[in-house]
């Protein structure tokens, strides 16, 4: 199950039945939960955790030193969920801050040369697209969808179910349930149809998410006029979730 060219660190801890490639190299204080397969050449440095069940394929480097001219050598971890793919090249840095974390939730799947800075949070479900860039502490809802070569600006949140179309420009939040433009800056084009139609929500959740959108995008209202009448019809569930995400925006969101 280890091929014998591979260099782990007596300090490293492995689950049962792991797999772990040729001139693969793992560090100490890494923790590789049961069942994971690690492929040849990837390096996993010092405090990174993979949860069970994960495949990590050739050439990955998780847990590298960020990529931040302030950083000074702090203690800070990686900590990948159960069940991701983790494909080509990806490259996963650890936080920049002292016991800081890059978190990726369970499911995802990152796929070749995608990049995750320092403090990057991803949640369950989360699908990465070939060479997508997201800078520091960028954080990502759950069952997000990123197409390939898209690329986030660092502390941008984005909102769950979004959709970002191939090649577009991310420097402001994007809410729930949102799909951008490809080959765009910040461009809303409407709601992931697809993506909600293939979630859990109910057709009743979903008619409210139409009607929210259109108050905050089409009604020709403001903002704040518009956060206020969908939280006055929707005070719960999936609807106040947009409006909710809008209201504590720091960077401004993008808009139609």
């Known amino acids: 199950m280890i091929h014998k060219t591979a260099i782990i660190d007596p300090g490293a801890e492995l689950g049962k039945d792991v797999e772990i490639g040729q001139f693969t190299t793992i560090a100490a204080d890494v923790n590789i939960g049961d069942g994971s397969v690690i492929g040849p050449n990837v390096n996993i440095m010092p405090y990174t955790s993979i949860g069970s069940r994960c495949h990590v394929h050739a050439g990955a480097v998780l847990g590298g030193v960020p990529q931040d001219v302030g950083f000074k050598g702090e203690r800070s971890f990686v900590a990948i969920g159960a069940n991701c793919q983790i494909r080509e090249g990806v490259t996963i840095n650890r936080g920049t801050r002292v016991d800081s974390v890059t978190e990726i939730g369970d499911d995802c799947f990152l796929m ?13 479900g989360v699908i990465v697209a070939n060479g997508a860039l997201l800078a520091g502490f960028v954080e990502i809802g759950d069952q997000v969808v990123i197409s390939g070569n898209c690329v986030l600006h660092q502390f941008v949140n984005v909102g769950r179910l979004v959709m970002l179309g191939g090649g577009c420009a991310v420097t402001k939040d994007v809410p729930p349930f949102c799909m951008l433009k490809p080959l765009e800056i910040n461009k809303i084009v409407g709601l ?11 057709a009743k959740e979903q008619e ?13 209202l403001n903002v704040g006029e ?17 409006s909710a995400f809008v209201e504590k925006s720091k960077r401004g969101i993008c808009r139609m």
């Open 112 to 124: 070749a040369y995608s990049h995750f800075g320092h403090n990057v949070k991803l949640g369950r």
């Open 192 to 202: 992931n149809t697809v993506g909600l139609r293939r979630s859990t929500l109910t």
């Open 208 to 220: 409210e998410i139409k009607e929210g959108f259109k108050l905050l995008f089409r009604s020709g």
């Open 226 to 242: 518009a956060l206020e009448k969908i939280k006055e019809t929707y005070p719960s569930g999936p609807a106040a979730e947009l």
